[in-house]
T-cell receptor
Framework: GEDVEQSLFLSVREGDSSVINCTYT??????LYWYKQEPGAGLQLLTYIFSNMDMKQDQRLTVLLNKKDKHLSLRIADTQTGDSAIYFC????????????FGTGTKLQVIP | KAGVTQTPRYLIKTRGQQVTLSCSPISGHRSVSWYQQTPGQGLQFLFE???????NKGNFPGRFSGRQFSNSRSEMNVSTLELGDSALYLCASSLIAGGRVTGELFFGEGSRLTVL
């Protein structure tokens, strides 16, 4: 079955880069996502990448996908205190059925 | 455009009771998914509905059920509540375009259930 794993906690200094890592087990995953959850709120999609891509960049965010190792990472450049949140990696097979499997979430703490 | 609306936001129940949670998706979104979020288990998929039909179901006991109405609004019900059902229940809607999944889930703020 599908399984997505992440480290639980990451602490960085403001202005540094943050790298959040994720591994998944299902080789048939088609879409891989990064969601952000701020305190007291639902999840918000940050970015996603198709499995046939290696990298995707969107302003301060860079997503790297190593499909062979089933490893996904999210790099946040120039991390700000407003980036403090829980970041979830997720995967789905796409197609006609919408079932998204989420990782446990990584809590990012940005130290001023 | 209004986002996903979940009601109630907070509720307290006692063991053995039952609860119904409501979700109104973004206008035009026909797929509605439900997730349970707890500190220990993270986000667990409950079920997904599309056009009033349940298409996917997670590994939860039969006490957890749901339905979707013709206007795409969805409800989930938990019967015979247990202490372990205390959680944040998140609803998410998504746009199915031309029969294909676009991939993005739009989440509500959740209904926080406390079972005493």
């Amino acid at each position: 079955g599908e399984d997505v794993e992440q480290s639980l906690f990451l602490s960085v200094r403001e202005g540094d880069s943050s790298v959040i890592n994720c591994t998944y087990t299902d080789s048939s995953s088609t879409y891989l996502y990064w969601y952000k959850q701020e305190p007291g709120a639902g999840l918000q999609l940050l970015t996603y990448i198709f499995s046939n891509m290696d990298m995707k960049q969107d302003q301060r965010l860079t997503v790297l996908l190593n499909k062979k190792d089933k490893h996904l990472s999210l790099r946040i450049a120039d991390t700000q205190t407003g980036d403090s949140a829980i970041y979830f990696c997720a995967e789905s097979k796409g197609g006609g059925y919408q079932k998204v499997t989420f990782g446990t979430g990584t809590k990012l703490q940005v130290i001023p | 455009k209004a986002g996903v609306t979940q009601t109630p936001r907070y509720l307290i129940k006692t063991r053995g009771q039952q609860v119904t949670l409501s979700c109104s998706p973004i206008s035009g979104h026909r797929s509605v998914s439900w997730y349970q979020q707890t500190p220990g288990q993270g986000l667990q998929f409950l079920f997904e509905y599309f056009s009033e039909t349940q298409r996917n179901k997670g590994n939860f006991p039969g006490r957890f059920s749901g339905r979707q109405f013709s206007n795409s609004r969805s409800e989930m019900n938990v019967s015979t509540l247990e202490l372990g059902d205390s959680a944040l229940y998140l609803c998410a809607s998504s746009l199915i375009a031309g029969g294909r999944v676009t991939g993005e889930l739009f989440f509500g703020e959740g209904s926080r259930l406390t079972v005493l």
